[in-house]
């Protein structure tokens, strides 16, 4: 089974600086879909940036990339010029490229804070 | 607006009551999820269906119930036999086999 971890229950960066949330992964498939996922204290889900497995490319929306290492097992994501908006918990998530497989298994989350 | 709707947005059950949680989208996804998250938590899937009329088990079925009638509805039922259903729940679509999952806005459940 699929199990996704961050191992940063909590973190904090300065309004405009740049932060990295870790995530870790296991999986035996070759073929799957990686996600960071945005909760503001709306509690809606908000895709951040998703990355398909068979590009070698690192994902990038505007000030949001990641660090997609497939070997490893880790896709972290870096947060630049953070702004007071970007303050919510990121969820890391994966998902089976198989449609049979197809729901997503979350971490328990990072909650970042941004200090002005 | 193309989306998912889930409704009610706060909702409290009394002990041994069954209460059901609805979710709409028109999307056109084939498949629909439900996902539970508590205080401290990421979400866990409690079941999900990818096509109609068939639904599968997740991590956390035992004491909700679903049914899959219309491609566009996928009502949960939380009953009695759920012991500690106080939780925050979020409804998912997606396409079949796509690359994203699509959430709705969440229900709030509360027992009182």
């Known amino acids: 089974a699929q199990t996704v971890t961050q191992s940063q229950p909590e973190m904090s960066v300065q309004e405009a600086e740049t932060v990295t949330l870790s995530c870790t992964y296991d999986t035996s498939e070759s073929d799957y879909y990686l996600f960071w996922y945005k909760q503001p204290p709306s509690r809606q889900m908000i895709l951040v940036i998703r990355q398909e497995a068979y590009k070698q490319q690192n994902a990038t929306e505007n000030r949001f990339s990641v660090n997609f290492q497939k070997a490893a097992k880790s896709f972290s994501l870096k947060i630049s010029d953070s702004q007071l908006g970007d303050a919510a918990m990121y969820f890391c998530?994966?998902?089976?490229?198989?449609?049979?497989?197809?729901?997503?298994?979350f971490g328990k989350g990072t909650k970042l804070s941004v200090k002005p | 607006d193309g989306g998912i709707t889930q409704s009610p947005k706060y909702l409290f059950r009394k002990e041994g009551q069954n209460v059901t949680l609805s979710c709409e989208q028109n999307?056109?996804?084939?498949?629909m999820y439900w996902y539970r998250q508590d205080p401290g938590q990421g979400l866990r899937l409690i079941y999900y269906?990818?096509?109609?009329?068939?639904?599968q088990k997740g991590d956390i079925a035992e004491g909700y119930s679903v049914s899959r009638e219309k491609k566009e509805s996928f009502p949960l039922t939380v009953t009695s036999a759920q012991k500690n259903p106080t939780a925050f729940y979020l409804c998912?679509?997606?396409?079949?086999?796509?690359?994203?999952?699509?959430f709705g806005e969440g229900s709030w459940l509360t027992v009182v």
């Open positions: 998530a994966y998902r089976s490229r198989h449609g049979s497989q197809g729901n997503l298994i």
């Open positions: 269906s990818q096509i109609v009329n068939d639904f």
């Open positions: 998912a679509s997606s396409t079949y086999s796509g690359n994203t999952i699509y």
């Open positions: 999307l056109n996804h084939d498949a």
